[in-house]
């Protein structure tokens, strides 16, 4: 296993985090059952609700940021604003769901963290 900085990496770019060969990812966001080139056990990792729940905070972040400067400086009507952050905010939560997965998972194999054998 590579160090937690390089493990985490390889899965925020959807390679396996311990060799960083193959794809993460069998799905848009199912992982592989086990890494092809080195046999890494990558469906037994659940990352579970974390990607969601880091997701929504990076986004949130990001978009309350954008709405409240927007607000302060050009002051654009309720639906402007709506019009959007909403798509914005959908756009951007698509667009981190999988790395923030492939992180979570990277980070979760780096720790060790499996699912349990009697599953």
Known sequence: MPSLGIAIGRGLINRCPACGQTHLFDGFLTVEKQCG???APLGEVRADD?????????????????????????????WVAAAIFLP???????????????????????????KPADE
């Open 50 to 78: 974390a990607p969601p729940y880091f997701t929504i905070f990076i986004v949130l972040h990001i978009t309350i940021m954008l709405m409240l400067a927007s607000e302060k400086y050009l002051a654009p009507p309720d």
């Open 37 to 39: 080139a080195c046999g």
């Open 88 to 114: 914005f905010a959908l756009v951007l939560t698509l667009a981190l769901i999988r790395p923030v997965k492939g992180g979570t998972v990277g980070l979760m194999l780096k720790l060790g963290m499996m």
